[in-house]
């Protein structure tokens, strides 16, 4: 447990230089030119050097297919680099998901690939701090439980097909409502990457993006048609030449003008969760992920019911509400400290596991990564770990690791702490008997 509250300002950087000749792709030569000078030192001594922490930032190092090298810098704010490596990573995957894999994994033109990296700078930013999505962190989609989503599955497969197209989703800022079974059969990195790259585009009433699905069609373009149905709430269809956008745009109009108002509510509820689910006013934010499907439902604004329990009452003195950023960056804080360090974060049996990396190296569970500053917390414990907790004199958090999922809650300051766990299991018992949370989790099927 801790007495305190961290009041860093979160930063991130990411620089990219050929691996070969050190030309920077990102950033400016002097700032490039001295990390990677650390970098080609530590190589020509036989050495990897893979990251190093100074002054409150670390700075980790990737090199992919021996032709890219990302460079990360960022506000060293988490016990282990799990995090950092998945970033990484997803970074590297972001470009190819952009121009392809061809141009990344052989650089022939350096002028060139510097002009087409361009297009990606807008979804780098929205990966390192630009939304409140937590796939980023989690490596797990981002979704929002709804009512009646059976009309909007039915909606949604039928679009599809109008559009000749097997892939498609809607989303409210970045989250997944709803999707295509074929959507879902994507992995968890490119259903991930395509919701960062909705909620990055820049306001328009339709779009057409060439894109490159990084593990099944990394050299090949699809079309990712977008269309904005309401603001913040997009449908997506991956398709090749046909149809044309205003055809498909047509085809809108004919299956989803009728469901306005239940976008309108899906687009005005900041909970993530239906309405019919009452959380406590003392829970401020939670993250609750399936390890096992890769998804999470998050909300950080999801305490809309003033009942009798126990927890209101003591709650009801609460003097300094937090901000939705100040929740975000707490409950993201947490996450840092605990996932990974203390508690797994994916299941042995797992479906949809991500098992290669972008350079085609095989990838170890994180339980088994062992980070620079020393091995994970969970390692040297001989039981394993469930619970933990974290006192702040601006809020309390507790983490809960049971079946296959890990949920992270964050609640007021005043809680007491005996009341943290209880607390914590009513949001873990309201959250998995909910039919519609699970459907949006499990991908359970609707009627």
């Known amino acids: 447990a801790h007495s305190h509250v961290r009041t860093y300002t979160i930063m991130a950087y990411l620089a990219a230089i050929t691996a070969e000749t050190g030309v920077p792709l990102f950033l400016s030569f002097p700032v490039v030119g001295s990390l990677n000078g650390v970098h080609l030192f530590a190589s020509n001594l036989k050495t990897s050097l893979l990251s190093c922490t100074n002054g409150g930032v670390k700075v980790v190092w990737k090199c992919f297919y021996q032709s890219i090298t990302l460079i990360l810098v960022m506000t060293d704010d988490?016990?282990?680099?799990?995090?950092?490596?998945?970033?990484?990573?997803?970074?590297?995957?972001?470009?190819?998901?952009?121009?392809?894999?061809?141009?990344?994994?052989?650089?022939?033109?350096?002028?060139?690939?510097?002009?087409?990296?361009?297009?990606?700078?807008?979804?780098?930013?929205?990966?390192?701090?630009?939304?409140?999505?937590?796939?980023?962190?989690?490596?797990?989609?981002?979704?929002?439980?709804?009512?009646?989503?059976?009309?909007?599955?039915?909606?949604?497969?039928?679009?599809?097909?109008?559009?000749?197209?097997?892939?498609?989703?809607?989303s409210v800022d970045g989250k997944i409502i709803v999707a295509t079974e074929s959507w879902w059969n994507?992995?968890?990195?490119?259903?991930?990457?395509?919701?960062?790259?909705?909620?990055?585009?820049?306001?328009?009433?339709?779009?057409?993006?060439?894109?490159?699905?990084?593990?099944?069609?990394?050299?090949?373009?699809?079309?990712?048609?977008?269309f904005s149905?309401?603001?913040?709430?997009?449908?997506?269809?991956?398709?090749?030449?046909?149809?044309?956008?205003?055809?498909?745009?047509?085809?809108?109009?004919?299956?989803?003008?009728?469901?306005?108002?239940?976008?309108?509510?899906?687009?005005?509820?900041?909970?993530?969760?239906?309405?019919?689910?009452?959380?406590?006013?003392?829970?401020?934010?939670?993250?609750?992920?399936?390890?096992?499907?890769?998804?999470?439902?998050?909300?950080?604004?999801?305490?809309t019911f003033l009942g009798d329990s126990i927890n209101n009452t003591l709650s009801a003195g609460f003097q300094g509400e937090l901000s939705t950023e100040e929740r975000h960056r707490y409950l993201v804080d947490f996450y840092k400290t605990v996932a990974d360090n203390m508690l797994p974060s994916q299941v042995k049996d797992?479906?949809?596991?991500?098992?290669?990396?972008?350079?085609?190296?095989?990838?170890?569970?994180?339980?088994?990564?062992t980070p620079a500053n020393g091995r994970l917390l969970h390692a040297g414990i001989p039981h394993k770990i469930t619970e933990s907790y974290i006192c702040t004199k601006k809020y309390k958090a507790y983490t809960l690791h049971q079946d296959e999922y890990n949920l992270f809650v964050l609640l007021t300051p005043n809680t007491p702490t005996f009341a943290l766990r209880k607390a914590t299991m009513d949001v873990y018992k309201t959250l998995t008997d909910n039919k519609e949370v699970g459907v949006a989790l499990e991908g359970a099927p609707v009627n």
């Open 350 to 369: 797992g479906v949809k596991q991500e098992t290669t990396a972008a350079n085609g190296a095989q990838l170890r569970p994180p339980e088994e990564v």
């Open 78 to 170: 988490s016990p282990v680099e799990t995090h950092l490596l998945h970033l990484l990573d997803t970074m590297f995957n972001a470009l190819v998901l952009l121009i392809g894999l061809q141009e990344l994994e052989c650089v022939q033109n350096v002028e060139r690939l510097k002009k087409d990296l361009k297009c990606c700078y807008p979804l780098i930013d929205n990966l390192l701090q630009g939304t409140q999505l937590m796939y980023p962190l989690t490596q797990s989609v981002d979704v929002v439980a709804v009512e009646d989503v059976s009309t909007l599955s039915q909606c949604m497969d039928a679009f599809s097909e109008a559009v000749h197209s097997g892939y498609g989703c809607v």
């Open 229 to 303: 149905l309401l603001e913040g709430v997009h449908v997506c269809v991956l398709c090749d030449a046909e149809p044309s956008l205003r055809r498909a745009q047509d085809e809108v109009g004919v299956y989803w003008s009728g469901l306005t108002e239940r976008l309108v509510k899906c687009a005005r509820n900041p909970s993530s969760v239906p309405p019919g689910v009452d959380l406590s006013p003392s829970v401020l934010a939670f993250c609750l992920v399936n390890l096992r499907s890769r998804r999470c439902v998050s909300s950080l604004k999801p305490s």
């Open 186 to 226: 994507l992995s968890p990195l490119e259903i991930g990457l395509l919701a960062h790259l909705i909620a990055s585009l820049p306001p328009a009433r339709c779009q057409d993006i060439p894109v490159y699905l990084p593990r099944a069609s990394n050299k090949v373009a699809h079309r990712m048609l977008v």
